[in-house]
């Protein structure tokens, strides 16, 4: 009995599959993505796609907020079974959860004042002060992986970002082109100068490898009966970028 009692605490062989609700977490604070409405409803690409998803696997869900910072955290300690918040792949992250997809791939631009003609690509952030979100990989981009001598400010969220971009504080958010595209503006323009691959998968607890086929499977059905093309066009046809339609390149989830 005891035995069988820690297996159960420790969610041996535990798989969404086996649940009634799925409790999915998505961003509240990013336009186009994951944005909690003032009637605490969550709208955006990726709730809808998390929605799509859900429903293929016959199942009810809820949504939770999920900042960057706590989207390893609540997988791991099993307070939420999906994670569809512009939750990049990384080698990194696959040491402590799994992902299903990538459901798109996103590529990494620049946010700027709308009268900054300075900041044409990323080799011109050197010397300037670029916004750090907690727990996001978006700035090692810039910082570590291509040296370039940025000054860090960090804080909890892009919504906070574009406040200090507004007010000066900062001069350019780097991060996924389809985040920035919700924040544009007639005051913030999005350079167009991309130079990453950001693989957006389903977080998901490390060893569900039923649920992460599951959740491949209906990834694929998305694009194949036009549902993802439909969300793409729906949430980012007037942003100016250039979408894809079709089916991503599997991580696989062995």
């Given at each position: ?20 609700v ?28 998390a ?36 939750y ?30 300075a ?28 040296k370039i ?39 913030l ?9 950001e ?20 990834i ?30 599997f991580?696989?989830?062995?």
């Amino acid at each position: 009995m005891l035995l069988l009692a820690l297996l159960s605490a420790c969610g041996a062989g535990s798989t969404i599959l086996d649940k009634d609700v799925l409790v999915i977490g998505v961003k509240p604070d990013q336009p186009g993505l994951g944005m909690k409405n003032a009637d605490g409803e969550f709208a955006g690409f990726d709730v809808d796609v998390a929605t799509y998803i859900a429903g293929k696997l016959g199942k009810s869900f809820r949504f939770v907020a999920t900042p960057s910072s706590e989207r390893e955290k609540v997988l791991m300690d099993g307070s939420v079974d999906l994670v569809v918040a512009t939750y990049s792949i990384t080698a990194e992250r696959k040491t402590k959860v799994a992902f299903g997809g990538p459901y798109y791939v996103a590529h990494q631009d620049t946010l700027v004042r709308a009268g900054e003609s300075a900041i044409a690509n990323v080799r011109d952030l050197k010397g300037r002060n670029l916004c750090q979100v907690t727990g996001s990989n978006s700035w090692r981009r810039v910082k570590e992986e291509r040296k370039i001598a940025v000054k860090l400010v960090e804080v909890p969220s892009y919504s906070a970002c574009i406040s200090d971009l507004k007010a000066g504080k900062v001069d350019a958010v780097s991060t996924d082109d389809l985040i920035l595209a919700g924040f544009a503006t007639e005051d913030l323009k999005i350079v167009n100068a991309p130079f990453t691959d950001e693989r957006y998968g389903v977080g998901i607890q490390a060893g569900d490898l039923d649920g992460c086929e599951a959740v491949n499977k209906a990834i694929t059905e998305m694009y194949q009966d036009g549902t993802a093309k439909k969300l793409l066009q729906k949430w980012f046809a007037k942003s100016g970028l250039a979408l894809t339609f079709t089916v991503p390149q599997f991580e696989g989830c062995g």
